[in-house]
């Protein structure tokens, strides 16, 4: 039994949360030129105002949401119900990326990671699932990252963020497939953003925004759950997971330049 994709994005009604920079922005704009309707959630006000602005006519919504907080999720999803009378795919975005070892450990940034990067999309498929349900349809797609694949150096909080959003996303899939609800789980490797502004390495097949954007919508309209890239980075952690820890440790030491 394989879940559903999207055979075309033209009047989807699309809520993008983390649509005011970076990927989400990118994934925005694309949903526009393809026809959507895309409700746009995130922080900054200005930025999201600024987007829908430039949207055709009628196709946008502009709904401010800190996704540390429960009742603003549930009320802009209420708001997308009142206005477009049901929601097709929500696509969760918005995280928080801060470089951490343990040598630099911080409780305070590690909470906050772990809040908005797990509980956060947890807060939006709680307030989205109901509806979808009730009409056994819809699309539930939320970026996590190669990072959650295994222990890497510096995601000493964002990796374990990332892993958690695997896993939710996996049991996601089990319980909704025989509802008629889609799950994508998005797992970027190296996006050239605000947030990977911060590091200071190399890195390995960088990617812009806009690609990254083409990706994910490909993807979940052809009904991938499993939708990772760039393939050449992103199979090459995932061969990791599978070696034994002596030689995973040996290999990201040798080779992982970070």
């Not at 429960?70 to 969760?92: M, S, V």
């Not at 806009?210 to 759950?225: T, V």
Request: proline letters at 5%; one cysteine or more; aromatic letters at 10%.
């Amino acid at each position: 039994m394989k879940q559903k994709g999207i055979s075309t994005y033209l009047d989807k009604r699309v809520w993008v949360i983390g649509a005011s920079s970076g990927i989400g922005q990118a994934c925005a704009k694309a949903l526009f030129s393809a026809g959507a309707k895309v409700a746009l959630s995130g922080r900054r006000v200005e930025h999201l105002n600024e987007l829908a602005s430039k949207a055709p006519a009628d196709k946008a919504l502009a709904l401010p949401v800190d996704v540390l907080n429960e009742e603003q999720i549930t009320q802009a999803h209420r708001t997308i119900l009142e206005k477009w009378g049901g929601l097709d795919l929500l696509l969760f975005v918005s995280g928080t990326y801060v470089p951490m070892r343990a040598t630099d450990f911080n409780l305070k940034l590690a909470e906050k990671m772990v809040d908005t990067n797990l509980l956060g999309p947890m807060r939006a498929v709680a307030a989205v699932l109901p509806a979808m349900l009730k009409r056994h349809a819809g699309h539930i797609a939320i970026v996590g990252s190669v990072a959650g694949y295994s222990g890497l150096p510096k995601a000493l909080a964002y990796g374990p963020s990332k892993a958690g959003i695997i896993n939710f996303c996996e049991t996601l899939y089990y319980d909704l497939l025989p509802e008629g609800v889609s799950v994508h789980l998005i797992s970027p490797g190296f996006v050239a953003t605000e947030a990977t502004a911060q590091n200071d390495f190399e890195m390995p097949a960088l990617m812009t925004a806009e690609a990254a954007a083409m990706e994910i919508l490909k993807g979940i309209q052809a009904g991938e759950f499993d939708i990772h890239f760039p393939k050449r980075f992103s199979r090459f952690l995932k061969f990791l997971r599978i070696l034994p820890y002596p030689s995973y440790f040996w290999i990201v030491r040798r080779f992982v330049k970070i």
